[in-house]
């Protein structure tokens, strides 16, 4: 398994495809610390935001890599369908985790107020409550599942909408409306953990659903 993400990693860098996504994420992010005067709850959401996006056009991108000649030898490789998904997955929590860390280090370094452990305990939950469900968003907007990339493309800003405006039906509108709606992060840490593990759930049906259909298609 290492071996495969070690190999994931190698070829994500070769193609440059992670720089728009990076770029993007560290620009949103860059902004927010040095002008935040609000609420660090509000901050660690809109910032959040920028990883769910960032998360899911990881993903497309990763999975969409190789083609399918390619990939099959890739699966042959590896002797299974399941250990490649793997894999890829893996590789876009890395990204996302590292993602993270830049993150929290801009905020240490030149963010205008020092956040206390409660606060980067919660934006580390945020964080990687937008990840699993960017990632799975991801996945079943990826070329494992579609062949047509715009028909993809079209899913994919579709349920980026639904898990952002959403009312109630994705973790990320659930933990935004209370994140938005507090000044003390210690208030909502355990609602937070909540919806990381709603969205690891989500993450692991992506995943299931992006596993049969690659093993349908051979």
Known sequence: ???????????????????????????????????????LPATYATVSGAMLLCATWLTMALAGLEDPAHRSIVVVSARSHLRVLLATVGTALMGCLLLTAGDLLLRLMFGPRTPHLPDLILEVEAQLTCAFTGVAIGLVCSRLVFRRQ????????????????????????IMFTRLLNTSSSTEVLASTSLQLAVAAVLLTAAMAIAQAIAVRKG
């Open 1 to 39: 398994m290492i071996a495969l993400i070690r190999y994931q990693f190698t070829v994500l860098l070769l193609s440059q495809r992670y720089l728009a996504p990076l770029l993007l994420f560290l620009g949103l992010v860059a902004v927010l610390t040095s002008s935040d005067t609000g609420p």
């Open 150 to 173: 715009g028909n993809a493309l079209a899913l994919a800003l579709l349920l980026l909408l639904a898990a952002l405006v959403g009312k109630g039906i994705s973790p990320v509108n």
